[in-house]
């Protein structure tokens, strides 16, 4: 059983930076593929980025892709999502999932990671507000 634990989130202004963090225990953490989901007021859960076990493959939402980098640290079991140029579109919570499973080319990573039904680990969110 794979624990996630969010940090970094906060209430900041638009065209800053931010980095989440989030810290699993539980498991092997290299064993596992990270994406990052965020939830805005009223809205379903989205995918934002994500970075897969082993060879660190990532993927991105368009909404983000240039102003987001996702990295994973395997030896301090930590995921990170840099956030740049913030803007209040991006307000959220922010999740950090993870799952096991293998797979066998970089396409059917990237549509599967994109899956929220395809995780199944989840932290509890932080919130990220970004003010105009």
């Known amino acids: 059983q794979v624990q996630l634990v969010e940090s970094g989130g906060g209430l900041v202004q638009a065209g800053v930076s931010l980095r989440l963090s989030c810290a699993a225990s539980g498991g092997t953490f290299s064993n596992y593929n990270m994406g990052w989901f965020r939830q805005a007021p009223g809205k379903e859960r989205e995918f934002v980025a994500s970075i897969s076990r082993r060879v660190s493959l990532t993927n991105f939402a368009d909404s983000v892709k240039g102003r987001c980098t996702i990295s994973r640290d395997n030896a301090k079991n930590t995921v990170f999502l840099q956030m740049d140029s913030l803007e209040p579109e991006d307000t959220a919570v922010y999740y950090c999932?993870?799952?096991?499973?293998?797979?066998?080319?970089?396409?059917?990573?990237?549509?599967?990671?994109?899956?929220?039904?395809?995780?199944?680990?989840w932290g509890q969110g932080t919130q990220v507000t970004v003010s105009s």
């Open positions: 999932a993870a799952d096991d499973k293998a797979y066998y080319s970089f396409s059917t990573y990237r549509t599967s990671s994109e899956n929220e039904r395809n995780y199944d680990y």
